[in-house]
C-alpha cells in the first residue's frame, strides 16, 4: 500500500507541465490576431483591439463605443525525439538494459485550435466595461504506445478556460486604469507507461484526470506623453487543486496489488506574468512597438501529490523565472491595409535536468507577419503568420519507480530533441 503515491507522484511528475513548445513553458499567448503578426510586441500598450482586455484593460480607454473581437489560431507544431540510448535497471540485476521502441512520432495533435472573444463597452466619458474568454494554458499531445520514451510521457490532454470581467477607468487625458478578476477552469488527462519487473513483460499503465475552477486576477495602467505610449500589466498566479481518478493496471507478479482506481489531489500553479509595453505613434502611417514580460515559474518548483491514507509525496520540478521581449511595427499601406511584422526572443523555464520528453522545451525565436483589411467602416479582419524556431536540446531524465523497495527501478530516458512550429492567425473586429 504504501507504494501506490510514490508511482503516482512519479507519474505527475512531468504530467502536468507539458507545452506546445511555442510558449515559455505551458503558457500559451496566442490569443490575439492582431498581437500575432507583430510577435506581441504591443501587449500592453498597442490598446487597438478587444485583445487589450487580455493583454491590458487599460487599454480600453482608447476604444470607443462597442467593440467585438473573436478568431482564433491553428498551431502546427512539430517536435521529433530521436533515441540517444534510453537504458533501465532490472531488480536483482547488476547493470541497466536499453528501452528500445519508436521515435513516437509527432506527439501533437495538427492543427492544435486556440480561440478567443473579447467584448468592450464605453459606458461613459471616464468608464469602460468589457470580457475576455480564451484559453491561457493547454496542450493535447500524445506520443504512439511503444514510444522508447513511454515511461517519461504517453499522452497529455490539459485545457484550460478563462473568463475575465474587466473594467477600466480613465483618470486623465493621459492615464487610465484597469483590472479584471480570472475565473479559471482547468480540466487534465495525462498518461504514461510503467515498469514491470521483467522488461519483457508488457507496460504498466499509468493515468490520471482532473479538474478546477480557482479564481486570479490582472490589472494594468496605460499613460500617455505625446507620440509615446506606455502600458504596464500584471496577471496574478492561479493556484489550482485538480481532483479525480488515478488508475494504475498492467503491473504483474509482486507488482499487482498495486493496480487500482484512487481518489487524488494535486496542487499547481499557473504563474504570475508582469509585462512592460511601449508604442510609438508619430501620427503618420507608421508606428513601433516592443515588450519585455517577466514570468513568476520559480513558484512551480514542485509537484505534491495528496491522496487519502497515503503520505503526502513531491516531486521536484525546479523552473525557472524567465524573460521574453519582443519588438515590432505597422504600416498603413493604404486607407483600407495595415501591414505589420515583429520578432520576438523567448526563454525556456526548463532546466537540462528537469527537461522531459513530455516537455520539450527550448529557447525560442519568433519570425511574425500579419495585416489588416477593413472591410468596412466599421469591420475588419486579421491576419497572421508566425514561424516559431525552436532551439535543440539534449533529454536526459531519470525517473525511479517503487523506490526503497525491492522492486526498485530506475529509468533512464535520453534523447535528442528538436520542433519548430507555424502559427495562422485569424480574426473578425466589429465596433459599433
Known amino acids: 500500500m504504501q507504494n501506490k503515491p510514490f508511482i503516482a507522484a512519479l507519474g505527475l511528475s512531468s504530467a ?103 467584448a468592450s463597452a464605453q459606458v461613459s466619458d471616464r468608464v469602460w466595461v468589457g470580457v475576455g474568454v480564451n484559453s491561457p494554458f493547454g496542450v493535447a499531445s500524445g506520443y504512439e504506445d511503444d514510444f522508447f520514451g513511454r515511461f517519461d510521457a504517453v499522452q497529455a490532454d490539459l485545457l484550460t478556460f478563462n473568463v475575465q470581467p474587466s473594467v477600466a477607468v480613465k483618470l486623465t487625458e493621459n492615464l487610465s486604469l484597469g483590472g479584471g478578476i480570472d475565473i479559471q477552469y482547468i480540466d487534465t488527462t495525462l498518461v504514461n507507461a510503467l515498469p514491470n519487473l521483467s522488461p519483457t513483460a508488457p507496460d504498466g499503465r499509468f493515468a490520471i484526470e482532473g ?76 508606428r513601433g512597438y516592443a515588450t519585455a514580460r517577466h514570468y513568476d515559474w520559480s513558484d512551480f518548483d514542485r509537484i505534491d501529490f495528496i491522496a487519502p491514507g497515503f503520505p503526502p509525496t513531491s516531486s521536484p520540478q525546479n523552473y525557472e523565472d524567465t524573460m521574453s521581449i519582443a519588438a515590432g511595427g505597422e504600416y498603413d499601406f493604404s486607407d483600407k491595409l495595415t501591414l505589420r511584422a515583429g520578432t520576438m526572443w523567448d526563454e525556456s523555464p526548463v532546466g537540462d535536468t528537469f527537461r522531459s520528453t513530455r ?74
Do not use: C
Request: proline residues 8%.
Open 211 to 286: 479538474d478546477d475552477i480557482s479564481f486570479g486576477f490582472n490589472v494594468g495602467a496605460l499613460f500617455k506623453a505625446g507620440p509615446l505610449r506606455f502600458g504596464a500589466h500584471y496577471r496574478s498566479q492561479v493556484e489550482h487543486t485538480l481532483e479525480g481518478p488515478l488508475e494504475i493496471s498492467g503491473l504483474a507478479g509482486p507488482l499487482a496489488p498495486q493496480n487500482g482506481t484512487f481518489d487524488a489531489t494535486t496542487p499547481i500553479t499557473m504563474p504570475d506574468i508582469a509585462t512592460l509595453s511601449v508604442a510609438i505613434d508619430p501620427g503618420g502611417k507608421w
Open 16 to 118: 502536468l507541465v507539458a507545452t506546445p513548445v511555442v510558449a515559455g513553458g505551458f503558457y500559451v499567448q496566442e490569443q490575439s490576431g492582431i498581437e500575432a503578426g507583430r510577435a506581441y510586441s504591443g501587449e500592453a500598450a498597442a490598446a487597438d483591439s478587444g485583445a487589450t482586455i487580455f493583454f491590458n484593460p487599460a487599454g480600453m480607454t482608447e476604444l470607443e463605443g462597442i467593440n467585438i473581437e473573436g478568431g482564433g489560431q491553428l498551431l502546427f507544431v512539430t517536435a521529433q525525439q530521436d533515441n540517444a540510448g534510453s537504458t533501465r535497471t532490472v531488480p536483482g540485476l547488476a547493470g541497466t538494459v536499453p528501452v528500445a521502441g519508436s521515435d513516437g512520432g509527432n506527439p501533437f495533435a495538427q492543427p492544435i485550435p486556440i480561440p478567443s472573444f473579447y
Open 359 to 432: 516537455v520539450p522545451d527550448g529557447d525560442r525565436l519568433w519570425a511574425s507577419a500579419g495585416a489588416t483589411y477593413r472591410l468596412t467602416d466599421h469591420m475588419a479582419v486579421n491576419l497572421a503568420y508566425s514561424h516559431v524556431f525552436v532551439s535543440s536540446e539534449p533529454i536526459a531524465r531519470q525517473t525511479v519507480f517503487y523506490p526503497g523497495t525491492p522492486a526498485q527501478t530506475s529509468v533512464v530516458t535520453r534523447s535528442n530533441s528538436t520542433g519548430d512550429a507555424d502559427v495562422l492567425a485569424f480574426s473578425l473586429s466589429t465596433r459599433f
